[in-house]
């Protein structure tokens, strides 16, 4: 099992040139993560440190974590957490306004089985749909929504905009 913690050290923009550090935690819970065609850490670490930075929010001290799970894992935590039962691909769950405030983004949790479904069924490279879920994961940890039609627009915009500028299409029109 991998179970990675990659502190960056970023430079601050204060008079002051403080070094602070924002720590990124990638967990494997699932073995099947493991025999991807990817560095899955490096992916991962690269797609949230652009996200942050295309949403211009300020990598000061604070933390994310990656959980890399499957079915069973997002299926409990979804029919505990959301009263679905049923598993989905990407849970997020933020600690509120005050962890926010102080740079703890929260957790997000991937299953790897409906990952590979919903990327063969929507004719995606895994790759692709990963970085994907990633964005809305990190979008989702700082208060965006999709449970009404404008705010799911908003929200799928500014997905759009981040994977256009990684060179991949836009998820949603084949949808």
Request: hydrophobic share 35%; net charge negative.
């Amino acid at each position: 099992m991998l179970w990675s913690r990659a502190s960056y050290r970023l430079m601050k923009n204060n008079s002051k040139n403080k070094m602070s550090q924002f720590d990124i935690i990638i967990n494997q819970e699932y073995s099947a993560w493991e025999n991807l065609s990817f560095d899955i850490e490096k992916v991962t670490r690269e797609t949230i440190l652009h996200t942050l930075e295309n949403l211009h929010f300020s990598l000061r001290e604070g933390e994310v974590s990656v959980i890399l799970a499957n079915d069973e894992m997002l299926h409990h935590l979804n029919k505990t957490y959301r009263h679905q039962d049923k598993s989905t691909n990407v849970l997020s769950f933020g600690y509120g306004k005050k962890a926010l405030d102080a740079g703890i983004l929260g957790d997000i949790f991937l299953s790897f089985e409906t990952v590979e479904r919903e990327s063969i069924k929507q004719k995606k490279t895994f790759h692709n749909h990963y970085i994907h879920l990633i964005i809305h994961g990190i979008l989702h940890l700082l208060g965006y929504d999709h449970e009404y039609e404008d705010d799911a627009r908003k929200m799928e915009n500014i997905e759009i905009e981040i994977l256009e500028s990684l060179n991949i299409s836009n998820p949603y029109m084949a949808l």
